[in-house]
């Protein structure tokens, strides 16, 4: 049952002669009372989701009551160069933290998640060309990580 207003009409014969009554019913919206942002599996999120840049992971917004009649929320990013969503499907975009944020359409209720992003790693330099080394000799080479 949806919320809104319905008309009953009722008629009836007696000894030949019709009679007719009508009655509206008004059936009441269930307000939303939270959300609360679950991996895709319906389970609580209690750490940073870990994502490397172009990696994907999808939450869920679960409002309550379950029987509210406006289900619906909206997704946002708070920092999009780290991160999007669009119906709860997370995409890296580059290195750092954003807050994921569901909001119910009706009454504005908002739970965040956090993400944090790394840089996918495309290789490491070793600075310089030749080193040369003897036996059981130790040197020390400097690298430069290259990231995508």
Known sequence: MT??????????????????DEINI?????????????????????????LVTDETETVQAVVTPTDATNQN??????????????????????????????????????DSVEVEVTAKVAGIEIDGDTKTIVIDETITLNTTTIFI
């Open 3 to 20: 919320a809104g207003t319905s008309t009953v009409k009722v008629t009836a014969t007696v000894g030949g002669v019709p009679y007719t």
């Open 26 to 50: 008004v059936v009441g919206a269930v307000a939303v009372q939270s959300v609360e942002i679950k991996d895709a599996d319906g389970n609580e999120i209690t750490e940073p989701i870990a």
């Open 73 to 110: 929320v909206t997704w946002a990013s708070t920092n999009e160069d780290v991160a999007t969503v669009v119906n709860g499907v997370i995409t890296a975009k580059g290195a750092g933290t954003a807050q994921i944020v569901a909001t119910t359409v009706d009454g504005s209720f908002t």
